[in-house]
Structure formats: structure tokens, C-alpha cells
């Protein structure tokens, strides 16, 4: 488990929303995806997400699967009205500079794990 | 069966992605605000998430409805066409017919229809080619 305090200080990230909540955001699991689908599919609440994808949708799909944030890597800026969409339902947004890879790689170095079946499953299927 | 105590309905319009996902939002809300527990609440919006950008992506537009009972919910997803040809194909996993600019959007996987099943705890679908698609999804407030 870390605060997405600490999420920020790993990846060396920027805070594009709710900067002052970081400290009370406890993060369980990481997904990196930028398929969507599957994040909906496999991912657990209070999972912090990892995306290459900019849009609207990411927003969406983080507030329906009650994430508790998102990290854009590569230093990939997303729109103004996706900004907008974040503070409107109080979700946390993070910018780093690196890559999927690296960013997922520091983050289970640091003891975060990653939302896999067999560490028990949303959907127990 | 009972009278539900809470019926909601949104109208959702082909191609309409900025508000993909206010349906599922808002009933996401209520269920929330009536005391649903939060795993529960997480599978609902979810399915009907999935239903959205469905109707969104491929039809020519339609309806989602919440039907809140106080031992469960129901979900509606009714559309206008064009339907779907191959029911037992589109609800496996990884089978997709949605064009390129909806993958680009980080959909069109396959995952949908798979996904909307395994959520919920009663998935009917009906639907045939040249005719509109319905998806009821039943979703128990309490565990089994």
C-alpha cells in the first residue's frame, strides 16, 4: 500500500489535479493499461491507473471502476476538458516522464502490486 | 414481482462519446445514496458502462434504464439497430466488430459483452440483425 504522496515522489511525477487530497489517497493495486476495456475488466477499487491514453474516457472509466487516480506516462499532457472532468469528480491526476515500462517497474519495486487473478480477482470468475 | 421504488431513464445517442458513461454515473449515484454497498455499486456501474459505450458505439441509439428494487436492480439496455447477427459470437471474449476509432479510444476489444456478463448476476441479451439489441442485467444488493 502507499499514498499517492508517495506514488509522486517515486515517479518524479507533476500533479495536474487534487494535489491536496494526495496524502489522504492510500493506492492498494497499479493497473498500467491503455486498453480501457480491460481495465474495466480487471481491475480492483482502489487501484491507481497507469495510461498512455489521454481522453475523456480514461476519466470515465476511472470514476466507474472507483480507481483512486491516474498517472499519465511518458509526459503524455491530456485536454483541458479532461482536466476539467477530473476536478469535477475529485480524481487525482499525475503527469511523469516515464515510460509504461519504467513507471509500472518502480512502482512494484516499491512494493505496490498489480491486480492479477490469482491475488483475488473482482470478478471471480 | 414488486413495484421498483426507483425507475431512472437516460436517452444515448449513436456516437455521443463526450457523454458516454453519465448514465452509469448517475445511477452509480442513487445506488450510492440508497446504501447499496460499494462492491455491488462497482459491478452495476460497470455493466452498464460497458452497455453505454455499446449502444454508443454500435447502434443507432437508445436507452438505458435502472429498475431499483430494495433486494436488487435492474439494468435495461434497449437500442434501435441494426442488431446483432451472431449472439453466441459476440459474447465471446475477444470477438469485436467495432471500427479502428473506437480502439483508439481504448474500447472495441471484445471485452463488453463478456465483461456485462460476468458483473452481473442474471445476463439476458435478445436482439437479431435488422432489429434493436436489449441487454437485462440483474444485479442482487446482497450476495448470495
Redesign the interface.
Known sequence: MLKLSEVRKILGARVLCCEEILDDVEVKNACGA????????FTK?HTLLLTG?T????I??V????LTGVVFVRGKIPREDVLRAAAEKNIPVLLTDHTMYEACGRLYQNGLPGCSRSEGA??N? | MSEPFMDLSFELLAGD??R??EA??KI?KTLQQIGVS??IV??V??GT??GEMNVIIHSYGGTAKAHIYPEYTVIVLEDAGPGIADIELAVQEGYSTAPDYVRD????????L??MK??SDCFEIASKSGAGTKITMRFAHKKA
Do not use: W
Not at chain 1, 34 to 41: C, E, K, P, Q
Not at chain 2, 105 to 112: D, P, Q, T, W
Open positions: 491503455d486498453l480501457l476495456s480491460d481495465v474495466l475488466a477499487e491514453m481522453n475523456l474516457q480514461v470515465r472509466t470514476e466507474i471502476s472507483d473482482l470478478l470468475v | 462519446f463526450e458516454a458513461g452509469s454515473s452509480k460499494a462492491d462497482r459491478r456501474a460497470i458502462y460497458e479510444l481504448g474500447f472495441g476489444a471484445g471485452m463488453g463478456p465483461n460476468s458483473c
